[in-house]
């Protein structure tokens, strides 16, 4: 059986930058090939080839043995490619089905919603083609994003970390329809740090770093801890570690409401404390009021009753995001280039921002930019920020854990009283994941209430000293760690 889809020997570079060095990776129909490797080894790059939007500048592309020349994101989809990017392609102020037209331009939208709506039922979840995208919580567009290329027919199907942000239940779901996809016919590439999806869903796994390729293999002649050393060069082993000295009662959300957007669950009187030196892990299905929480603790919605109180400060409700961040909350958004990073400014710009209302680098007219570089060179050592080629470079250049890790030391450089983390793992290779939960044990044991919203149950059990979860809007039930995984789970399912 010919190989689907080939790359042969391609190489691409960015400026000095090597990016890729001569990579052969190829996809056979009726198989799910994992694509694995550290944040920035070149995986993006190379699927990026193979979808058209970076053209090699050594090495060709063949598709069932005959070369094919790849101009834009439109040649590939005519060739039946499709990509599934990890940071979203979709117009938030339109509709579901307007952006699934959109993908799909040259068929009817009423063909392309009824399409949608029958694949989207066999992933088990119901579409409402008449919603605002921008409504939608970070998992709902995720799928969103699958069903487009799916609507178009793609028959090879490019999978950039499709289970990030999903439960367990959906990312089981998920991993079903993907191997029903593989066994139809279709070629699936699936680009994931989940060490067990590729272990457990596919046929063949390649192992990329720094730009090349180290390894190609069976799943049956790997493990987690074998495969964790071809990734990073190293065995890295993460375990719960319970925090050394929990405090009282330092953040206290009591009755808090805010309402729905767009079909999108609020919050409905949610209650729950957290203490200095603990991390309170926030489970739930994606869409059950995690946005919410997030964005009424740092003062972005707005909520219509109850209050959060943190110690020494009162309740904080009426204050503006500004103030909130003077009294000591930090947040490390669930979409770091969105809500995190201005991608087009620098580094140094991006770091600094965080210090010029409080005066740290001068005033307005008299920025002490000398002195901001220094101290973003000096954060992007301490926090092992990798990639960066000057203070000057761009952010949005950095790869996804390079990028979380400059939120993080931006976010941590005042030694924050609260921390407010959104999936911070979401997307990040072992070595990166386990830095940033490094760091977040870090200010817990410095005696900061963290608060972790994650819809990764592993992130929830391997971090939080005690777990709530938040369903339909409201803290259904709360455990010590350890707690039972099947408990939780059923706690999350049963108040949907």
């Known amino acids: 059986m010919p190989n689907a889809l080939s790359l042969c020997s391609v190489s691409k570079s960015f400026g000095n930058f090597k990016a890729l060095d001569s990579v052969d990776f190829s996809v056979r129909s009726g198989e799910v090939h994992a694509l694995l490797g550290e944040n920035g080894a070149g995986k993006s790059t190379l699927m990026n080839i193979a979808c058209g ?41 339109f509709t579901v089905l307007e952006n699934l037209a959109l993908f799909n331009r040259g068929r009817p939208a009423s063909e392309t919603g009824a399409r949608a709506q029958e694949l989207a039922r066999e992933m088990g979840f119901e ?71 590729a272990l457990n869903h596919s046929d063949r796994i390649t192992v990329m770093r720094g730009g090349r390729k180290i390894a190609e293999t069976a799943p049956d002649d790997m493990d987690a801890g074998k495969l964790t050393t071809l990734i990073v060069g190293e065995q890295i082993i993460e375990t719960p570690e319970p925090s050394p000295s929990i405090g009282q009662t330092h953040v206290r959300l009591s009755e808090v409401r805010v309402p729905g957007q767009g079909g999108r669950k609020g919050l409905e009187g949610v209650n729950f404390r957290v203490r200095s030196g603990e991390i309170y892990g926030v489970a739930g299905v994606a869409g059950n009021g995690q946005n919410e929480l997030a964005e009424v603790m740092m003062g972005i919605a707005t909520q219509t009753s109850g209050s ?18 003077r009294i000591g909350l930090a947040s490390i958004p669930v979409d770091r280039y969105r809500f995190g990073l201005a991608g ?78 959104h999936s911070p793992s979401r997307g990040l290779d072992v070595r990166a994941g386990a830095a940033v939960h ?11 209430a963290v608060i972790l919203i994650s819809e990764d149950l592993d992130e929830i059990f391997l971090l939080s000293d005690r777990i709530g979860v938040l369903s339909g809007g409201r803290m259904v039930a ?18 949907e």
């Open 53 to 93: 939007l970076y053209a090699p500048d050594e090495g060709h592309v063949t598709m069932d043995g005959k070369t094919i020349l790849l101009s834009d994101a439109r040649d590939a989809a005519s060739n039946g490619i499709g990509m599934v990017h990890q940071h979203f392609k979709l117009v938030p102020a």
């Open 127 to 197: 579409l409402d083609l008449a919603r605002r995208t921008g409504s939608l919580g970070v998992a709902e567009q995720q799928r969103l994003e699958i069903l487009k290329v799916l609507v178009a027919g793609a028959r090879f199907i490019i999978l950039d970390e499709p289970t990030a942000v999903l439960s367990d239940q959906e990312a089981q779901a998920l991993m079903v329809m993907i191997r029903g996809l593989a066994d139809a016919g279709s070629a699936v590439i699936l680009v994931t740090h989940k060490l067990h999806e």
């Open 308 to 325: 959060i109180e943190i110690e020494g400060h009162g309740d904080v409700s009426q204050m503006t995001p500004g103030a909130r961040r």
């Open 344 to 421: 087009r400014r620098s580094i140094a710009d991006n770091y600094a921002v965080s210090g010029v209302l409080s005066g740290k680098y001068g005033g307005w007219f008299r920025f002490k930019r000398a002195l901001a570089r220094k101290l973003t060179r000096e954060a992007v050592e301490a926090f092992d920020v990798q990639g960066v080629r000057g203070t000057g470079m761009r952010a949005g250049l950095l790869s996804g854990g390079n990028a979380q890790k400059l939120v993080i030391a931006r976010e941590f450089e005042s030694e924050p009283e609260v921390v407010l983390a």
């Open 438 to 448: 490094e760091r977040l044990r870090a200010a817990r044991d410095r005696g900061a």
């Open 478 to 495: 709360e455990f010590e760690a350890p707690a039972n995984r099947n408990d939780v789970g059923k706690a999350m399912i049963s108040h």
